[in-house]
Nanobody, 124 residues
Framework: QVQLVESGGGLVQAGGSLRLSCVAS????????MGWFRQAPGKEREFVAG????????NYADAVQGRFTITRDNAKNTVYLQMNSLKPEDTANYYC?????????????????WGQGTQVTVSS
């Protein structure tokens, strides 16, 4: 069982930055791929970024490529999402998720564990 707790959300102006954190419980964090997803009101949950067991394997949604960076610190059981050049359309509840597969996927149903989410609001 893995428990995930996100933090770092908040209100920011367009063009600003935020860093989200997700701390995982358990001793097997390094064997999970990690993903960040987001869900805006009235919309489906969508993939944002993922990172595999190997720290150098990452993938991003086109909408955030070049603006967001996902990293992980296995010693701290933590995955991060650095979000720069934020836009109002980035406003959503952001969730982290853990997947037993070595490479992250963009499909939400592939992930085994989910956090409760942290709200990000970008004002124009």
């Amino acid at each position: 069982q893995v428990q995930l707790v996100e933090s770092g959300g908040g209100l920011v102006q367009a063009g600003g930055s935020l860093r989200l954190s997700c701390v995982a419980s358990g001793r097997t964090f390094s064997t999970y791929s990690m993903g960040w997803f987001r869900q805006a009101p009235g919309k489906e949950r969508e993939f944002v970024a993922g990172i595999g067991w190997r720290i150098d394997y990452t993938n991003y949604a086109d909408a955030v490529q070049g603006r967001f960076t996902i990293t992980r610190d296995n010693a701290k059981n933590t995955v991060y999402l650095q979000m720069n050049s934020l836009k109002p359309e980035d406003t959503a509840n952001y969730y982290c998720a853990a997947d037993r597969n070595p490479a992250p996927t963009e499909r939400a149903h592939d992930y085994d564990y989910w956090g409760q989410g942290t709200q990000v609001t970008v004002s124009s």
